[in-house]
């Protein structure tokens, strides 16, 4: 489209979508009880609205699979956000390396990332978006703000882990989920404007957007929290103890 590279942009949507398709149609089910999970043709056969929740909860499943899975699309995402860091900075964090070499990397980069990082401090601004609805602002001026909370995590977390962050993937799908929301929330404010623009009801498309912008700003904080405190470790420590043949009780009579 137009030159413009939207790789990261159609992973995080498809990602996005199949996931979110699929929470949909659970909730549905839930919401439909005991009628949601029978099939279409049993609920016509007792004289019932045949409404195929049971059928589309099947179908849409597949969706997180096939077509990139969604664990391959934020592996994905994940390496291209991180690619130009690791080109810039990685030989500073990599402890591997010797020492000389880092020193030689730190005179480099360090000159980039002595402007890069306090920026990512500064007040972030989402541009110029006068031609945005007045109650949308707060949310992209949001997103601008919390995409460089978001830079400084993810540096914080190469500082920490080096080019090994590669290989943390529930950390880095945390932050894959916060870029993410804040790229729906961008999206939905431009295209509620789009809506309002083509005549839409105003308050309508305005009570949507931000219903939804205040949903996600719930989800990206939630993502930050396991980003500061989570059970990884154990849970890899555990999965490895499990593999190597321990516990042996917690094993027994599950299948
Ligand atoms: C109905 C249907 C139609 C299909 N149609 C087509 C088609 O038209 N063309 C085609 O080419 N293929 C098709 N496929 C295949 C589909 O693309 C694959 O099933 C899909 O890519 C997943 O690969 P896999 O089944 O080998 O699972 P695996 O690759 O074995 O993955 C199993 C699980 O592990 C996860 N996983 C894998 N690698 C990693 C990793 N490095 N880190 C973390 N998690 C990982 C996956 O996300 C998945 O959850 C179809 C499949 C189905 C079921």
């Not at 007792?46 to 096939?66: H, K, Q, S, W, Y």
């Not at 920026?119 to 949310?139: E, F, M, T, V």
Request: with cysteine; glycine share 8%.
């Amino acid at each position: 489209m137009g030159g413009r590279d939207l790789r990261i942009e159609t992973a995080m949507c498809k990602m996005w979508s199949t996931e979110m398709t699929w929470k949909i149609a659970d909730d549905a089910m839930q919401v439909r009880g005991g009628r949601g999970y029978e099939t279409a043709e049993s609920l016509a056969a007792r004289g019932d609205e045949p409404i195929a929740v049971e059928r589309f909860l099947r179908d849409c499943r597949i969706n997180t699979i096939f077509e990139g899975s969604s664990e391959i699309m934020r592996l994905f995402i994940a390496r291209e956000a991180l690619d130009p860091h690791l080109k810039v900075g990685g030989a500073i964090f990599n402890t591997q390396l010797p020492m000389s070499e880092r020193a030689k990397a730190i005179f480099t980069s360090g000159k980039f990332y002595a402007s890069w990082y306090p920026k990512q401090w500064l007040r972030g601004s989402a541009g110029d978006i006068k031609s945005l609805h007045a109650d949308l602002h707060s949310h992209v001026n949001y997103a601008a703000r919390t995409s460089k909370r978001l830079a400084r995590g993810l540096f914080h977390a190469m500082a920490r882990f080096g080019p090994k962050l590669d290989r943390e993937q529930l950390l880095l799908s945390r932050f894959v989920g916060i870029a993410t929301e804040l790229f729906a929330i961008s999206a939905t404010c431009s295209f509620a404007q789009h809506k309002i623009d083509q005549g839409d009801p105003k308050e309508e498309v305005l009570s949507v957007a931000t219903y939804f912008c205040r949903s996600a700003r719930m989800r990206i904080d939630h993502h930050f929290a396991g980003v500061a405190r989570n059970a990884d470790r154990r849970g890899y420590d555990l999965t490895q103890e499990l593999l190597a043949g321990e516990h042996e009780s917690l094993r027994s009579g599950i299948v």
